[in-house]
Each structure stands twice: as C-alpha cells, then as structure tokens.
C-alpha cells in the first residue's frame, strides 16, 4: 500500500516501477525519484567543488593553479563517491534506464 511508505525508493522495488511500465503512477514515480536525485546529486558536487577549494586554497594554492591541476575534477568525483556512493552511479544509471540492480536501491541509498 503505498499510502504506508515514505520512502519512495521503497516504493519504486515493491510497485516494480523501475523500469518503463504502462502504468502511468509508475512512470511518474520512477521520474520524481529521479529528478531528486538528479537535484540532491548536484547540490552534492557543488558542496565538494566548495569544500576542495576551500582545502586547496587553505594550502595556498590559487584558482589559476586549482584550474590547472589535471585531476582536479576527479577528486570532486571521488569525494562525492565517499560522501554518497548513489550520486556516482545515477548518470550512468539513467543513461542505461536504471537496468543494473546497483540502479535499483530497495530503500533510499543517501546518507545525509
């Protein structure tokens, strides 16, 4: 019943509704969850770039050399993995419609 449920991740495993259905709450459910996923995730990488920038200009560096560092975008990457492994794969997760079980979290897979 899913008057009974607040977590709608939980929702999507027990209505089957990850991958594309006929039944219109199904798809509307599967696009909600992901439209906040795809926000929450995005707030997530700007907090990273924020803080790593805070960091490196703590260590002296400039922006200039912050933009010049070959490596700087997979460190934003890495830390959002460790902060919310979720954020890492929705991209792809949405490119490949959600197929890979890794995709499909039983209950919300956010941390914060």
Same mark, same amino acid.
């Given at each position: ?7 709608? @991740?939980? /929702? ?7 991958? $594309? ?6 798809? &509307?459910?599967?696009?909600c ?13 700007? $907090? ?15 922006v200039?050399?912050m ?8 460190? &934003? ?11 890492? /794969?929705?991209?792809?997760? &949405?490119?490949?419609? @959600?197929?890979?079980p890794?995709?499909?979290p039983?209950?919300?897979? @956010?941390?914060?």
């Amino acid at each position: 019943d899913m008057k009974n449920n607040n977590d709608m @991740f939980t /929702l999507l495993h027990e209505q089957n509704a990850w991958t $594309k259905s006929d039944k219109p709450v199904s798809e &509307i459910l599967r696009h909600c969850v992901t439209e906040l996923s795809l926000d929450y995730c995005q707030r997530m990488s700007q $907090k990273a770039a924020n803080e790593l920038v805070d960091e490196l200009t703590k260590q002296g560096m400039t922006v200039d050399e912050m933009l010049a560092m070959p490596d700087l975008e997979q460190q &934003i990457l890495d830390w959002i993995g460790k902060a919310e492994p979720y954020c890492s /794969l929705l991209d792809q997760c &949405i490119v490949q419609d @959600f197929q890979s079980p890794e995709c499909q979290p039983k209950t919300c897979p @956010f941390t914060n």
